[in-house]
């Protein structure tokens, strides 16, 4: 299994930046990807961005251009840089596996996430 924990949010006013950090344990040998999510308030999680090991990277619509993610394999941590951040970002994030089937299953379960707060 992999245990996974997330750092780095708070408050912040709209417009501001936050990097979000993520250090994984356990069987990291099998990661070969990584994604970022969040979960507002009565909403579904949803993917916000991925990195390969190669360091390839995709990110949804929602943050392109404003959010870049990127790794520290040796450490096996990740990160998630968010400019410009608006008050719909508000949210928990999770790190996890990039592939939405394989998130969240046994081997990849999710940890307590770190909590974004934007206040307009």
């Not at 996974?4 to 408050?11: D, I, R």
């Not at 990277?57 to 251009?65: I, L, M, P, R, S």
Request: net charge positive; proline share 2%; with cysteine.
């Amino acid at each position: 299994q992999v245990q996974f924990v997330e750092s780095g949010g708070g408050l912040v006013q709209a417009g501001g930046s936050l990097r979000l950090s993520c250090v994984a344990s356990g069987r990291t040998f099998t990661i070969t990807e990584m994604g970022w999510y969040r979960q507002a308030p009565g909403k579904s999680r949803e993917k916000v961005a991925g990195i390969s090991k190669g360091g390839s990277t995709g990110y949804a619509d929602f943050v392109k251009g404003r959010s870049t993610i990127s790794s520290d394999n040796g450490k096996n941590t990740w990160y998630l840089q968010m400019n410009s951040l608006a008050p719909e970002d508000t949210a928990v994030y999770y790190c996890n596996h990039r592939n939405v089937k394989v998130a969240g299953t046994k081997l990849w379960s999710w940890g307590q996430g770190t909590q974004v707060t934007v206040s307009s």
